[in-house]
Structures are given as structure tokens and as C-alpha cells.
């Protein structure tokens, strides 16, 4: 389930064949209606957690061909579009779920054998994923990708955890990361303020002005 600014998104389960089906439906919060935004077809459906802003909403999608696919809901209507694909052997839904914000999404994705970071700015007039970091370390995986609209920060580390970071975009890192390793969220990032834990388990409150 995602809730934010008065809308309600959720994935409702089926089994058919005994094969789990997901699809995602916005929720009226007044009266409780589903409305389907994802279709019926028998397919694995939601591959990611699904994140809203402005009701409007991202999540990663299968819906069983060869390419796994990035959904986008622009808060009106039943229409879905999408934003970007990758082969299922090269997945972006490996490197944690997309985050959106103001308008602006950002994801993790894998280029040649590499996790870089995306941003997708419903904004623009005409938008299309750019790719934000070049990295060429394969060995270090990224997570928790977040934008509070204006600023884009990640958890980056080996893929036991070991030499943890958060980066931000525009090269700054933080090098000594959270110790959580996971695919969920490791970081809070809110109007410039970021909230994390170190890896002496101290909370740790950064901002433009202080670290604390």
C-alpha cells in the first residue's frame, strides 16, 4: 500500500493456475472503491513497492514478456504509461523500488553489468530516463533510492554490506553509510534534511547547514 497527499494505492493478489497475480488499483479513501489501473491479465504483475506523490504513482511492473516494465501514473484517469524497460536478466528491480516525488522519479537500474542511478522529470515537457551516475564498479550495488522533488540521494555498498555510502547527486558521499542491509529503505530524505544511522548505530541528522 502507498498513501500520500489524500490518495491511496494498493496491490491486490489473485492465484490463477496457482500462480500469483498482482495487479495495482487506487483506492477511493471515501468510499473504499478499487479502481483497477493495471488490468486483469494473468501475469505476475507488481515487482516492487509502489510509491506515491501528488497522487500520482510509480511502481515496477512484470507483465510476462521478456522486458520487465517501469509504470507510471500520471493521477488521472486509467491510463498507465511507461517509462522504461530492461531485460529480466539485467533487472532494475534488483537494485531496490523507484521513489517519486514532485513530480520526479528516480530508480535504480543495471547498465552493462553495472547499478546506476535514473531520473525520469514528469516535469519537462518531453520526458525520457536520464542516467545520473557513471559508475564502473559492478561489485557495489545501490538501494534506497530517494528525491524529496529537488535533491536525489542512495545507499551504495558491496552486496554483503561491507563499505557502505550514501551519494548524492552531484558526487557528494557520505562515506560512512548505514549499517541496515536490505532492499528496503535504509535513509529518510525530506526537504533537504536527511535522517540515517551510521555504522556505530548512531542516528545522524544532516542538513545544508549541520551534520548532527
Known amino acids: 500500500v502507498a498513501v500520500g497527499d489524500g490518495c491511496v494505492f494498493a496491490t491486490l493478489q489473485a492465484f490463477s493456475n496457482a500462480t500469483a497475480v498482482k495487479h495495482v488499483f487506487k483506492i477511493d479513501p471515501v468510499t473504499g ?44 484517469g486509467t491510463t498507465i504509461q511507461t517509462i522504461d524497460t530492461v531485460a529480466k536478466s539485467n533487472t532494475f528491480f534488483g537494485v ?10 528516480v530508480y535504480g ?18 520526458p525520457a530516463p536520464v542516467q545520473i551516475t557513471s559508475y564502473t564498479d559492478a561489485t557495489m550495488g545501490v538501494s534506497s533510492v530517494q528525491t524529496d522533488g529537488r535533491h536525489v540521494v542512495w545507499f551504495r555498498s558491496k552486496a554483503d554490506g561491507t563499505l557502505p555510502e550514501l551519494d548524492f547527486n552531484g558526487g557528494v558521499t557520505l562515506a560512512t553509510g548505514p549499517t541496515a542491509v536490505g532492499p528496503d529503505l535504509q535513509l529518510q530524505l525530506n526537504r533537504g534534511q536527511l535522517l540515517w544511522k551510521d555504522v556505530n548505530g548512531t542516528l545522524r541528522y544532516e542538513t545544508a547547514a549541520s551534520s548532527t
Open 109 to 126: 537500474k543495471i547498465v552493462a553489468g553495472v547499478p546506476q542511478i535514473f531520473l525520469y522529470d514528469t516535469t519537462l515537457a518531453s
Open 96 to 105: 531496490g523500488a523507484p521513489w517519486i516525488s514532485q513530480g520526479r522519479i
Open 33 to 76: 472503491n478499487a479502481t483497477n489501473l493495471t488490468g486483469t491479465g494473468v501475469v505476475p504483475g507488481l515487482n516492487s513497492r509502489i510509491r506515491t506523490s501528488q497522487c500520482k504513482a510509480v511502481w515496477g511492473f512484470d507483465d510476462g514478456t521478456t522486458d520487465l516494465k517501469m509504470h507510471y501514473y500520471p493521477g488521472t
